[in-house]
């Protein structure tokens, strides 16, 4: 699609010749994600979670309309119909931990590939697109994932509803109106589980409508790669197929085989045995914690705890919980530094392994712990840096940093002989 | 280019089979019979779960059960009738040479040796699986005295065979035990 050096589909049989004339789908993924898009030649394992991301979310979509077909979201039942999976249905017990462990690996398949984006500076210039796109899908990645936590109507599913509802009460003068309109209720009943199930259903094919768009736009540009540096040439790329749908098959053998060890030796390490208590609205559990892929998030919300001017600590923390990741949808034009790659970034480089790394792990060890000191302390400093790194270091850097030589092309980078000369 | 493959990798001695040939068949076998090994518990999940299972066998007290008389119970969410037959309909039905019937069986056949009044069926239509008329006080029993389907005019008989209409089995005869005189196992 995007090089003029790609390789044209030509359809082999007969069928696939009548097809083309009709409806080319088979050319449209050949060229998506076939032979006929060229990727760069030096794309190293960090670009491949981006299509295991995907298979895990097809993972949770076969899983999940299985276990709708045994699951009743009504009150009442909901949480004897998860029990009744566990112990009647054929494999349920499988599909339910496969589609509970299944969001922790989508979730960490799309972190390890948003930090590669990070890092790699991928969202710049000419893939802001493809970054903003990305971004929403893991909004609505985030809202499916907690609105199906709270479907099995255990203790953490009923508080985690109530928390986060209560989230949107801390909005001035319609906060409680609004959260009474989300949860059809003054607490979290059947209206909102019977909402939490349809949209638990919907949203993911949402999702997978924007990966369409994530994709179309990802294929204009093309692909970014480890040193940065464009395309140039022939000699840049690949063919997609077979050189990165094998490397991807092969990492996607390794996720399967963790997934594997988690599902049958571990299926609930990730999860809080607080759940398979049914829900009871009068009493709350001594720990509310979302599950650990909203943990850095979860501590910047509670790391607020006085009010500053007329704004109250509780509007502070939701604010900043929000901003923490809409902050993203301004990154392309707050980093301005024209090189993409942080591997020729020398200050960036510290600053990203010294500075963001570090200081998202410490919010996610917070996220994670009990509300008390010293985990409070530690939130609001990491916080702050949290913010600094995206507000401040990131637009400071680019006017002060000095970049390293870049290549002068990505095969010279990997051969060390100039694109005209290689072969 | 770094990918290229040398001579030496790429061709074995003998027949032109590559070596990478051989690592291609062996994977994209190994995926394909991991994807059927998926496929099975993807499928069978639809099957009944245990708890529809453990509903499969019930037992009925049949003691208020009069002469001519039958009820409706359930069985596997579906109607079962249990009917205690006259002696007039056991001779009826004994009377019928297998010849005339759709789908030959005697009374015998579907009924215990020496309780051969207590007429044990599904009281699902085999055409299209109505509940037929002829089990409760006062219904149509149909023109051979058993049981009538008013879906699509099934008539059954006094040992609800298939005589007349669509259907083309007899009504179903579930597997069932006396476990006394009064009270029988169904399933």
Known sequence: MSFPWAKHYTPSTEFGQWMDEKLPLPRFVYNSLGAGYPAPRNLNYMWNFGSLAGIFLVVQIVTGIILAMHYAANADIAFDSVEHIMRDVNSGWMFRYAHANGAS??????????????????????????????????????????????????????????????????????????????????????????????????????????????????????????????????????????????????????????????????????????????????????????????????????????????????????????????????????????????????????????????????????????????????????????????????????????????????????????????? | MATVETAESAVSEEGGVRRRDFINIAAVSFAGAGAVATVFPLVNQMNPSADVLALASIEVDISAIEEGQSIKTSWRKQPIFIRNLTAPEIAEANAVSLDELRDPETLADRTTAGKENWLITLGVCTHLGCVPLGAAQGEVKGEYGGYFCPCHGSHYDTAARIRKGPAPTNLVVPEHEFLSDTVVKIG
């Open chain 1, 105 to 423: 690996f989508f979730f960490m398949a799309i972190y390890l590939h948003i930090g590669r984006g990070l890092y790699y500076g991928s969202y710049k210039a000419p893939r802001e697109m493809i970054w903003l796109l990305g971004v929403v899908i893991y909004l609505l990645a985030m809202a499916t994932a907690f609105m199906g936590y709270v479907l099995p109507w255990g203790q953490m599913s009923f508080w985690g509803a109530k928390v986060i509802t209560g989230l949107f009460e801390a909005i001035p003068l319609v906060g409680t109106p609004i959260q009474e309109l989300l949860l059809g209720g003054f607490a979290p009943d059947n209206a909102a589980l019977n909402r939490f199930f349809s949209l638990h259903y919907l949203l993911p094919f949402m999702i997978v409508g924007v990966i369409i768009l994530h994709i179309w736009a990802l294929h204009i540009p093309g692909s970014n790669n480890p040193t940065g540096v464009d395309v140039k040439g022939p000699q840049d790329t690949v063919p997609f197929h077979p050189y990165y749908t094998a490397k991807d098959g092969w990492t996607l053998g390794l996720a399967l085989i963790f997934f594997s060890i988690m599902l049958f030796f571990m299926p609930n390490f990730l999860g809080h045995a607080e759940n398979y208590i049914p829900a009871n609205p009068l009493s709350t559990p001594a720990n509310i914690v979302p599950e650990w892929y909203f943990w850095p998030w979860y501590a910047i919300l509670r790391a607020f705890t006085v009010d500053f001017l007329f704004i109250p600590a509780k509007l502070l923390g939701v604010l900043a919980m929000f901003s923490a990741i809409l902050v993203w949808f301004f990154l392309p034009w707050l980093d301005k530094s024209p090189v993409r790659s942080g591997g020729y970034r020398p200050l960036f480089k510290k600053f990203f392994w010294f500075g963001l790394i570090p200081c998202i792990a410490v919010l996610g060890y917070c996220g994670g712990a009990h509300a008390e000191e010293p985990f409070v302390m530690m939130s609001q400093i990491a916080t702050a840096y949290y913010f600094a790194h995206f507000l401040i270091i990131l637009p400071l850097l680019s006017s002060f940093e000095k970049p390293e030589p870049l290549p002068n092309s990505i095969t010279e980078a990997v051969t060390g002989k100039p694109l005209e000369q290689a072969s």
